[in-house]
């Protein structure tokens, strides 16, 4: 008999039809549980949906504010008609979905585990308001240690020593990596490189825009032929572009703000030198990993699963949190014969670990063996 699971989720792709990340991890899911439904948030286009073998996706009909009341009568209706094994809620914000999880494993008597991404602020700060959203995770992760069967974290080293200090027991930390990439359509490639750095994502205070710019201008100072390119769009675009402009190098980045599909994304990896990462805080970043893929290395502060993966000036390089640091070390690195190429292959063969079949199929295991401890 295989388990059933009852998933409180954020992600707002797969009720509107999009076929996103967490699209790929329920059909890993579908595997091993009979059944799966997912809670999601509202959004435009979204709609009830059948995916994969016995994925059942319901939308919220409303607005946030709601939202947990609405978790909580939806998900009281549906454990009515069939008995649930396991709980998962998606953790963040105001944690509408790990407080609805916590109520209904006390009322119906089945264990939820809590998954946390990032936390805001950690290691570093974008936002002022997010030292007051750390302060909030901390209060949520003391409430959900007490009540959780575990608490799910994306990385090693960096969200699990940070819960540790918060005070919860390493018993409960369970250490699943989300970021995955398909080396089928991530892979080297003989395309031309015009572009010296990279950047991909979507463009929010949090990638650290302003030191991503301030690593271009070094660049451009010493190889004044060098181009750059960003591929994403968000609502700090028009501040990128004044930075850009600041900067006095708008004319030499090409920003192309929507890719159609994955291959289209892994060509453009394929163009680039190197990519640049220069966020305060992330889970992983998959970015990073879709590139290393690409034999495209990678330029990276230390957050999520950077510091676990890249060996510095092997196969990548952790950027200082300085500024003016961080590009220095890039055109250091840019002249010395060879090492971007020799890095890129070696970048290649790091990304092994983290296809789409090894890790979403070690987390369907792991909660399908949580699941076990409420079968008959």
Known sequence: MKPSLLMLSGDRDVAAGRRGPFYYTLEGLSREFDRIDVLTPNVREAQPRTLH???????????????ARWLIRRAR???????????????????????AAARLSRRIGVPYVSEIHHVPAHPRRAQWWELAAKLGYRAYVGFAAARARAIRVVNRQEVPELLRRWGVPPEKILVLPSAHVDREVFRPGDDPRPYALGFVGRLVANKGLDYLVKIFETVSVESPESRF?????????????????????????DRIAWVDGPDDLAALYRQMEALACTSRSEGGPRVCLEAMACSTPVFSTPVGLMPEIIDQGVNGWL?????????DLVTQVRGARGALA???????????????????????????????ESLP
């Open 53 to 67: 073998r016995g994925v059942h996706v319901h939308p919220s009909p409303g607005g946030r504010l709601w939202h």
């Open 77 to 99: 209706a549906l454990a009515g008609e069939r008995r649930y094994h396991l709980i998962v809620s998606h953790d963040y914000g105001i944690f509408s979905n790990g407080i």
């Open 229 to 253: 390119l960003v591929v994403g769009d968000g609502p700090e675009a028009n501040a990128l572009q004044r930075h850009l402009a600041a900067a006095g190098i708008e004319d030499r980045v």
């Open 319 to 327: 950027l200082p949190w300085d500024a003016k640091a961080g590009g």
């Open 342 to 372: 020799g890095a890129g292959a070696a970048a290649h063969r790091a990304t092994e670990p983290f296809t789409r079949e090894r890790i979403l199929s070690a987390y369907a295991r792991a909660y399908r063996d949580l699941a076990a």
